[in-house]
């Protein structure tokens, strides 16, 4: 992959697009920012100077709550000034018009880019098509990427298992359309996990899956056997009526975590999802809420995260 | 009445089994001799091709010009001009137009564009069904009578199969050929690239090999049940080339050809989220590329076309999945097919003949051959001459090519359609 584009001439971060093509001591990196992050944001003033006088524009080209409140956050706790921008977009708009957007903003002298899109690509098309000097973090791109996400997943990860090198990690759900899997399975592998599994119906599985490096099961009890962690991915509505599943009620049946399947995992297996949660489709409110799970924990990481790839990825204009 | 010689130049003819070096005589457009100088014969121009291959022109059996409706992306002006300095003289042109190709008015305003670009013999391929929506038949005999070549549906879908059927009928009723992409609309899902471990990866809606063969298995079995005259255009997977093969084993009256990119790309060969990699079909697999490969050798895949799709850049800018398809093809197919013959996929005849032989029996048109007494059409190139596909050398309005930048071999330096030299590389074009 063409992902140097990720990375200046020093290999240091100058976009943050996707996993793929980044190194494990990059990723390992940003987890050690983020983690000197995450002390401060429990002090009285949660604040750093590293991004005074800088521009942060988050573009939001389909919805999103959480994602966009941790970017601002993240952004504010680091001294930037911060614009929110959720531009209505339909499946027909062109890249003109986007490309008209990002040329405006970038004649306002903005230094980063925050973007959500819904088309697969968007978010690189952006980093190539924007002047030199910005920077652009992925917040996610149709069915292709959201490295931010799996990034605060790792370090939800690392914070609690410590190590990743003896890790068994099973991904369960809606695989196909899922942009937080593909992120989260390229990071679990650079950073060595040995075995990452995922468990959904076909209709739900990429062709090819295992070509990027997991196993694949069908059955949730087979899969779920002996892995330390249990990632859930949400289950949209509209993948029953395009035929990809029956029913919600068979969907639970089958792929639905509950305490008794739960049981499976280890005794010690922590429960994630990036949520926004599904109760009763894809995990019961039981298990969401209870003590395995860590969903609220990646929540909270996800400002660190945040605050950790934006910060470094200012590096080439002086910060840090 | 003009007359032309072309001298010294290696001739290789497969139809009348040429392969040697000598001369070519040419009279009022027409070809008079390959052998003795006829009684009477002064040359008005004189042609040295000496260690240059002098072949029929090619003939090309999938186009987009871009005209009429959207001379922003392209023109016959320059389209044509583009498929002159690539040795091109004949022009199947897509129905897809706008408007469609399926009234007789608007056949007749490509016959006149092309009359304007002084470039007549360009073919409109009409529209099977009505606008090409796939629902009410079009006009065929006298769309045949306005001088359109074949019928197709460009990329629309048929809506189901009495409709195709019932379409496939009304063309034999007109000895009329029936050219045809397959593709299941719904199985293609509005995909964008191959599914398979590329598209995977980088999260792009895809299209299975499926959508391509199971639409060719349900034409084949219609072929068998009216009788219908079906060229196969642009195949991309093993799986049809097996099916064409059977079919023809069968002895079914099929033929089927495959874009030139299709047998030198790949998934692999994508540079992610580059949209010049964005065609329809998609890039397949290498096992693809190479069943595509051995189809052409052993001619269960007779013919290779350009799939010529120009755009303008806007149309190329944007997320992947939002740009449009197609490729800018013409000036790179001999030097790609030359490629083939390097690297032995096929000997130099065998890629002669797929441009030239081959698709003019699809079309059953006296061309694709330096016989006597047909249309001069006559490319020269020098199978040694190197040059860069850049902005200098590029005829085409469309830049839409992967192959940007990159060096090739071969290249056309003359080029003669009907006796009237279209191109010339010496003539200061460069």
Request: overall charge neutral; proline content about 5%.
């Amino acid at each position: 992959m063409k992902d140097n584009l990720q990375l200046n001439s020093e290999g240091k971060l100058k976009h943050f697009l996707s996993i793929e093509g980044l190194p494990k001591e990059l990723l390992t990196e940003i987890l050690d920012v983020a983690e000197s992050f995450v002390g401060m944001t429990d002090q009285q003033i949660k604040k750093v100077p590293l991004l005074r006088g800088k521009t942060i524009v988050n573009l939001f080209f389909e919805n999103s709550t959480r994602t966009r409140t941790t970017f601002e956050l993240a952004a504010k706790r680091l001294s930037a000034d911060v614009l929110s921008m959720s531009i209505a977009t339909s499946s027909t708009s062109k890249g003109e018009s986007l490309l008209d957007t990002i040329r405006n903003l970038e004649a306002m002298f903005v230094d980063m880019f925050v973007v959500r899109h819904a088309i697969s690509g968007a978010a690189h098309f952006i980093a190539q098509q924007t002047a030199p000097h910005i920077s652009v973090i992925n917040a996610g791109d149709g069915q292709h990427a959201h490295p931010t996400q799996a990034m605060l997943d790792m370090f939800t990860i690392r914070q609690i298992k410590k190590e990743f090198s003896n890790l068994r990690v099973a991904i369960i759900g809606d695989i196909l359309h899922s942009r937080v899997a593909r992120s989260q399975i390229q990071a679990l592998n650079t950073l060595g996990v040995p075995e990452v599994r995922v468990i959904a119906p076909k209709t739900l599985l990429p062709a090819h899956v295992e070509s990027l490096g997991v196993s694949v099961s069908h059955d949730l009890n087979a899969g779920l056997k002996d892995v330390d962690v249990v990632i859930m991915l949400r289950l949209q509505k509209e993948r029953m009526t395009s035929a990809l599943l029956p029913s919600e009620s068979e969907y639970f049946k089958c792929f639905g975590l509950t305490e008794e399947k739960l049981k499976i995992a280890k005794p010690d297996a922590i429960v994630m999802h990036p949520g926004p949660i599904n109760r009763g489709v894809e995990i019961e409110s039981k298990v969401a809420d209870g003590p395995q799970s860590v969903i609220l924990k990646q929540v909270s990481n996800g400002i660190a995260i945040r605050m950790a790839i934006m910060a470094m990825a200012m590096q080439k204009q002086g910060v840090m | 009445m003009t007359q032309i010689l072309i001298k010294n130049g290696h001739r290789i003819d497969p139809v009348n089994k040429l392969n040697s070096v000598g001369p070519i005589y040419i009279s009022g457009g027409k070809i008079v001799s390959v052998t003795s100088e006829p009684a009477g014969f002064t040359p008005d121009t004189m042609i040295d091709a000496q260690n240059k291959i002098v072949c029929p022109g090619f003939i090309d059996l999938s186009t987009r010009l871009r005209e009429p409706g959207q001379s922003r992306k392209a023109t016959f002006k320059s389209e044509t001009e583009a498929a002159a300095s690539a040795g091109i003289t004949t022009l199947c042109l897509q129905p897809d137009t706008s408007p469609v190709i399926d009234t007789p008015a608007v056949a007749e305003l490509i016959k006149e564009l092309a009359k304007k670009a002084d470039y007549p013999q360009i073919y409109p391929i009409a529209a099977l069904t009505r606008q090409l929506e796939g629902t009410e038949l079009s006009s065929m005999l006298t769309l045949k009578q306005a001088g359109c070549i074949a019928v197709g549906n460009a990329n629309h879908p048929v809506r189901n199969l009495l409709i195709l059927r019932r379409a496939m009928e009304y063309a034999v009723s007109h000895d009329l050929l029936f050219m045809f992409r397959p593709n299941d609309y719904w199985l293609g899902n509005n995909g964008c690239a191959h599914e398979g471990a590329f598209a995977t990866r980088y999260g792009l809606p895809s299209i299975p090999e499926a959508a391509e063969t199971i639409a060719l298995a349900q034409c084949l079995e219609l072929v068998e049940l009216t009788g219908c005259r079906v060229h196969f255009g642009q195949l991309s997977c093993r799986r049809s080339v097996i099916k064409i093969y059977q079919a023809k084993k069968y002895g079914l009256q099929v033929s089927a050809d495959v874009a030139i990119h299709q047998l030198h790309l790949t998934e692999n060969n994508m540079i992610p989220f580059d949209s010049n990699y964005h065609v329809l079909p998609p890039l397949r697999t290498e096992e693809d590329k190479q069943y595509m490969r051995q189809g052409l050798a052993s001619g269960t895949i007779n013919s290779i076309c350009s799939d010529h799709q120009p755009h303008d850049i806007d149309a190329k800018l944007g997320a992947f999945p939002e740009t449009e398809p197609g490729m800018s093809s013409l000036e790179t197919l001999l030097p790609l097919m030359l490629k083939l013959v390097a690297e032995g996929v096929i000997t130099m005849e065998q890629g002669i003949a797929s441009l030239t032989a081959n698709p003019a029996r699809v079309l059953r048109i006296d061309s694709g051959a330096l016989t006597v007494g047909f249309n001069a059409d006559v490319c020269v190139f020098d199978p040694e001459l190197e040059w860069q596909v850049n902005a200098e050398n590029w005829k085409s309005r469309g830049v839409n090519t992967p192959f940007w930048g990159q060096t090739f071999k071969g290249r056309v330096t003359h080029t003669l359609q009907a006796g009237k030299l279209i191109h010339s590389l010496e003539s200061g074009n460069h």
